[in-house]
């Protein structure tokens, strides 16, 4: 399948702002198919250990230099290993079984916070391997050392972190990284991190872009950083939802947001294309709700939200791509085009697109929950072509 970006128009769900302010030339993104991670069997000792791909977010980068991948494994453990490339439409084998690359940093964290720190995403960039996390349900905004990065020597990873972006919170800088192309980078600022979680006051409404520069970063410094991107809810102004009403459906609660976002959105991963930037998520297409399932569904004629527990509700959900204009951005030009990402597996029912690597003309994506192993998810990769 071809998706040509300069008439979105038409691919697309909603257009939101002018495409011709968006888009200057011609790409087209041609879908390859998914990649496949390993199966642990259940009862193989790795698996008791915790050394898989089960409930794995699917935080991964790939390694140009061996044509491999570096993904996650299971959250409770949050190890490394390193795949092989099979291509589309194979599955990868472990090609160097799980290890700790930040050489114990990350569990010393977790001690002097008393709380897990997920790592949420990978970025390759010349030879190293750049990684970062935020603390796990962190509803009071706690500030924590959120980034590091270690050599692609795996054997001698030299991990140096954790730091700060700024003084700026995980919640806005955690969860998502990419490369800006040297062209556009400004007082050494190449690092693009972000975070658009749920509604936290720390977070950012949309999609968020903090520029950074890490290089020489030691353990506990606030690397110099600029503000890009970021979209501020007011969260005491309040709008009134009418469930029954479906004109409200996509509505936030709240001013301040993109358009079209609500409480359980999120964006996952980042990545720029020529003078594009792209950020990948899942986007609610019901109403936004704080509530139960049962209220979700009662009150809005039936909609489901896949998610159990009181919580944020906005289900169902659809893979989406926001798509700015860099430069454009830069001038202060907000103007954005949305289209959905058709090749979702979702085979529980929800979509959840993570983190994304480019290089040369290969562009992957990790879908967590892309793939089910018995009653349990594990993260695919889908490898698109760029033109």
């Known amino acids: 399948?071809?998706?040509?970006?300069?008439?979105?128009?038409?691919?697309?769900?909603?257009?939101?702002?002018?495409?011709?302010?968006?888009?200057?030339?011609?790409?087209?993104?041609?879908?390859?198919?998914?990649?496949?991670v390993p199966k642990v069997p259940y009862e193989d000792k790795a698996y008791d250990e915790g050394r898989h791909f089960g409930y794995s977010r699917g935080t991964f980068c790939y390694i140009p230099e061996r044509d491999s991948f570096l993904m996650i494994g299971h959250p409770y453990g949050q190890k490394f290993a390193e795949l092989s490339n099979p291509g589309p439409g194979g599955r990868a084998k472990i090609v160097k079984d799980f290890f700790d690359?930040?050489?114990?940093?990350?569990?010393?964290?977790?001690?002097?916070?008393?709380?897990?720190?997920?790592?949420?995403?990978?970025?390759?960039?010349r030879g190293r391997i750049y990684?970062?996390?935020?603390?796990?349900?962190?509803?009071?905004?706690?500030?924590?050392?959120?980034?590091?990065s270690f050599s692609t020597n795996i054997?001698?990873?030299?991990?140096?972190?954790?730091?700060?972006?700024?003084?700026?919170?995980?919640?806005?800088?955690?969860?998502?990284?990419?490369r800006i192309p040297d062209r556009y980078v400004e007082n050494g600022n190449?690092?693009?991190?972000?975070?658009?979680?749920?509604?936290?006051?720390?977070?950012?409404?949309?999609?968020?872009?903090?520029?950074a520069n890490p290089?020489?970063?030691?353990?506990?410094?606030?690397?110099?950083?600029?503000?890009?991107?970021?979209?501020?809810?007011?969260?005491?102004?309040?709008?009134?939802?009418?469930?029954?009403?479906?004109?409200?459906?996509?509505?936030?609660?709240?001013?301040?947001?993109?358009?079209?976002?609500?409480?359980?959105?999120?964006?996952?991963?980042?990545?720029?294309v020529g003078d594009r930037l792209i950020f990948f998520g899942r986007q609610g297409k019901g109403y936004d709700f704080y509530g139960s399932n049962e209220d979700y569904t009662r009150l809005t004629s039936g909609l489901t939200d896949p998610y159990g527990g009181k919580g944020f509700k906005s289900g169902p959900f659809e893979a989406v791509m926001w798509i700015y204009n860099l430069e454009a951005l830069k001038q202060g030009d907000r103007s954005v085009v949305r289209m959905t990402f058709p090749w979702a597996l979702a085979p529980?029912?929800?979509?959840?697109?993570?983190?994304?690597?480019?290089?040369?003309d290969m562009l992957y994506v990790s879908e967590a929950s892309g793939e089910m192993f018995g009653d349990e998810p594990m993260p695919v990769i889908h490898a698109l072509r760029i033109r």
């Open 215 to 272: 290089d020489g970063a030691v353990a506990g410094a606030k690397v110099p950083s600029s503000e890009l991107l970021v979209y501020r809810a007011n969260l005491d102004d309040r709008r009134q939802i009418e469930f029954s009403n479906p004109l409200h459906k996509g509505v936030s609660m709240y001013e301040g947001c993109i358009d079209g976002w609500m409480g359980n959105n999120y964006v996952g991963g980042a990545a720029v």
């Open 101 to 125: 690359p930040t050489q114990g940093a990350h569990a010393e964290q977790e001690r002097e916070t008393d709380s897990q720190i997920h790592l949420q995403a990978l970025l390759y960039d």
């Open 348 to 360: 529980m029912g929800h979509c959840d697109l993570r983190n994304v690597s480019v290089h040369d």
């Open 155 to 178: 054997d001698n990873p030299e991990f140096s972190g954790f730091w700060r972006v700024g003084n700026r919170s995980g919640q806005v800088t955690g969860y998502y990284m990419a």
């Open 131 to 148: 990684l970062s996390g935020e603390k796990w349900y962190n509803v009071t905004g706690t500030h924590i050392r959120t980034h590091g």
């Open 190 to 211: 190449w690092l693009l991190a972000g975070g658009s979680v749920s509604w936290r006051g720390g977070s950012s409404a949309g999609p968020a872009a903090i520029l």
């Open 1 to 36: 399948m071809l998706i040509l970006i300069r008439h979105l128009v038409i691919a697309s769900t909603i257009l939101l702002g002018a495409a011709s302010s968006v888009f200057g030339s011609d790409v087209k993104i041609e879908y390859l198919g998914h990649i496949k």
